[in-house]
Each structure stands twice: as structure tokens, then as C-alpha cells.
């Protein structure tokens, strides 16, 4: 059974640039979450995708985008890139439905480390 | 999602029992009491989960307070590979997307 992965594992980009961070879900799963984690501190949600839908949102705004692919795997898109977007992006799947259960366990990848200059 | 107070960091000695404790005085009655943990350079993982009963699973124990308003993690023998940073979530009953981390518990366990 292979996990939750994500691509790149660090990346630079220069403030004002666009990004776009992938993530293959574990098999099986078809809900897909990300997570924002700055720098000592907790992973902040962004927002959650089941079936290719948004199925909930964080307090990101609107230039923090993704997709969800038929093979449940994700894309999140980040436009105007800011200095303090600088931080982990991890991905977590869950073998959800739409009427989320607070017993689903999430399973995260290692993350993408962002650096914006 | 209701708060959590977790202590900043704890220390234990290896093969030694570890008690991590949370607080959670708002919780209310359909909240889930979650466990994750995040070893240095890498993402979370589930640890355990439980709602009203204490809870065991291979990896750690879950003691919940009679009244809710508590819980402990307990690690029956620390290793050094259970040095991480451990965060305690409430999930609520229906709609709960999230998982909403704090800053957790960050565990030394010493050699």
C-alpha cells in the first residue's frame, strides 16, 4: 500500500510568482486535504476536496486555489506569491464521504517546503 | 472547533512511561478527542482517537476524564523515536472538515 506522497520536496520562488504543489493520495482514499504549517507552529487547513468538489474551507484567501483529479489525486495553486507564504504545504487524504465523520483519520505526507524571496 | 491547552514542551527518560496531557473545558458532547504526532521533518500521524471510554492501541493509551474536560496520551515506554511534537484536536460530530492543531506538546525523551 503506498502512501500519501507530494512533489517538489522544496522549492524556491520569488514573491509575486505562482506555484503549484501535487499530491498523490493513498490508495483507496478520495478525500483529500491541505495544510499550511509555518514555522513553529501547528499545520493551519486551507481546505478539503472530495470527488473533484471543494468540500470545505479554511481562512485562506482566494489566490490559495486546488483541484482534485479523477484519480483522487491534488493540485493546490498559490497566485502573487507573498513572503509569508513561505512555509510546509502537506497533503492529507482520508477514506471520507461528503458527510465528514469525526472518527476519519487523516494520513499526511512529508510536505513541500515553500520558500518565497 | 472547541480550544485545546496542551503544555509548550515535557521531558522523559527512554523506557520510561510518558503522560501528555490536554485540556479541553469547552468540549461538548459530540466532540471526538484526537491524537496526532509529528516526528522532526515529517507530517502528522494519527496516534488515537477516543470519546468517552479510555482507549489502546499498539502505539499509546487514551485516558479521558470523567467529566470530558481532559485527557492524557500516555506513552507506556518512551523511545527515542517518540520524540515529536504531539497535538491534541477536538473533532466535532457532523460537518467537522478539519483537523485544527495547536501548537502542541513538543516531547524530548533522553537517552
Known amino acids: 500500500e503506498t502512501g500519501v506522497t507530494q512533489s517538489p520536496t522544496h522549492l524556491i520562488k520569488t514573491r509575486g510568482q505562482q506555484v503549484t504543489l501535487r499530491c498523490s493520495s493513498q490508495?483507496?482514499?478520495?478525500?483529500v486535504s491541505w495544510y499550511q504549517q509555518a514555522l513553529g507552529q501547528g499545520p493551519q487547513f486551507i481546505f478539503q476536496?472530495?470527488?473533484?468538489?471543494?468540500?470545505g474551507r479554511g481562512n485562506f484567501p482566494p489566490r490559495f486555489s486546488g483541484l482534485q483529479f479523477p484519480n483522487y489525486s491534488s493540485e493546490l495553486n498559490v497566485n502573487a506569491l507573498e513572503l509569508d507564504d513561505s512555509a510546509l504545504y502537506l497533503c492529507?487524504?482520508?477514506?471520507?464521504?461528503?458527510?465528514?465523520?469525526?472518527?476519519?483519520?487523516?494520513?499526511f505526507g512529508p510536505g513541500t517546503r515553500l520558500t518565497v524571496l | 472547533d472547541a480550544k485545546t491547552t496542551q503544555p509548550n514542551s515535557m521531558e522523559s527518560n527512554e523506557e520510561e512511561p510518558v503522560h501528555l496531557p490536554c485540556n479541553h473545558s469547552?468540549?461538548?458532547?459530540?466532540?471526538?478527542i484526537h491524537w496526532y504526532r509529528q516526528l522532526p521533518s515529517q507530517g502528522p500521524e494519527y496516534v488515537i482517537h477516543?470519546?468517552?471510554s479510555n482507549v489502546n492501541n499498539r502505539m499509546a493509551s487514551l485516558a479521558i476524564a470523567e467529566d470530558r474536560k481532559s485527557s492524557t496520551l500516555i506513552l507506556h515506554r518512551a523511545t527515542l523515536r517518540d520524540a515529536a511534537v504531539y497535538y491534541c484536536?477536538?473533532?466535532?460530530?457532523?460537518?467537522?472538515?478539519?483537523?485544527?492543531f495547536g501548537k502542541g506538546t513538543k516531547l524530548s525523551v533522553i537517552p
Open positions: 476536496y472530495y470527488r473533484e468538489e471543494e468540500n
Open positions: 469547552t468540549i461538548s458532547g459530540t466532540d471526538y
Open positions: 490508495s483507496g482514499h478520495n478525500t
Open positions: 484536536i477536538l473533532r466535532r460530530g457532523a460537518g467537522s472538515y478539519q483537523l485544527t
Open positions: 492529507a487524504s482520508s477514506p471520507g464521504t461528503r458527510a465528514i465523520r469525526s472518527t476519519d483519520t487523516q494520513y
Open positions: 477516543g470519546l468517552t
